[in-house]
């Protein structure tokens, strides 16, 4: 059984940094990658950038070049694997439901989603 | 990278049929049969409905189809049931210095 599972809603001030986890399970992992896209309320999906959880490369959406960082937890264990997305500089614009989405290698769309976690900033 | 052009809303009546468009450029989906769409309800995940413009996961029913004709692709719900009120984004690969893009977003009513 396919699962992504999210670390829990944030609460940040402005200028702070968030780091927001994503743990996939229940599948090989040395094919595929992990997305984060970021939906703000009321409003539409935007795509953040993705991480190769099996190399850690990395490829970041233009609007969010030199403020989101991606990474991945280095372990043996093939069933199991961590991502991390951590965003700085945020701003109340960074408010968002942010989610993790798997794309099997190549395949470009997204086949399975985490539950998706709400970072909140606000002083 | 803008994103791609939807209709705010659509709608229709059970049984009916409802067409969402989603255009972009040659840059987009007029590039590359890389077009996908997404389901999703109030407070949920988006879900995976239509993938490379025109197929369909195991478990998505056949009412859902899509196209692609030049920077437009379209998805069409046919037979309307109350659980397709959602909203659906279409999303496209963008190449590799643009990455992708995802639609803005239509909300579909089933009357």
């Known amino acids: 059984q396919v699962h992504l599972v999210q670390s829990g809603a944030e609460v940040k001030k402005p200028g702070a940094s968030v780091k927001v986890s994503c743990k996939a399970s229940?599948?090989?992992?040395?094919?595929?990658?992990i997305h984060w896209v970021r939906q703000a309320p009321g409003q539409g999906l935007e795509w953040v950038g993705m991480?190769?959880?099996?190399?850690?490369?990395?490829?970041?959406?233009?609007n969010f070049q030199g403020r989101v960082t991606m990474t991945r937890d280095a372990t043996r264990d093939t069933s199991t694997s961590t991502v991390y997305m951590e965003l700085s500089s945020l701003g109340s614009e960074d408010t968002a439901v942010y989610y993790c989405?798997?794309?099997?290698?190549?395949?470009?769309?997204?086949?399975?989603w985490g539950q998706g976690t709400l970072v909140t900033v606000s002083s | 990278q803008s994103a791609l052009t939807q209709p705010p809303s659509a709608s229709g009546s059970p049984g009916q049929s409802v067409t969402i468009s989603c255009t972009g450029t040659?840059?987009?989906?007029?590039?590359?049969?890389?077009v996908s769409w997404y389901q999703q309800h109030p407070g949920k995940a988006p879900k995976l409905l239509i993938y490379?413009?025109?197929k369909r996961p195991s478990g998505v029913p056949d009412r859902f189809s899509g196209s692609k004709s030049d920077n437009t692709a379209s998805l069409t719900v046919s037979g309307l049931q109350a659980e397709d009120e959602a909203d659906y984004y279409c999303?496209?690969?963008?190449?590799?210095?643009?990455?992708?893009?995802f639609g803005t977003g239509t909300k579909v009513t089933v009357l």
């Open positions: 989405a798997k794309e099997t290698s190549a395949t470009c769309y997204f086949d399975d």
């Open positions: 229940g599948y090989t992992f040395t094919a595929y990658h």
């Open positions: 991480i190769t959880p099996s190399t850690g490369s990395t490829y970041y959406a233009q």
């Open positions: 040659s840059s987009d989906v007029g590039g590359y049969n890389l």
């Open positions: 490379e413009v025109s």
């Open positions: 999303n496209s690969y963008a190449g590799s210095n643009q990455g992708y893009v």
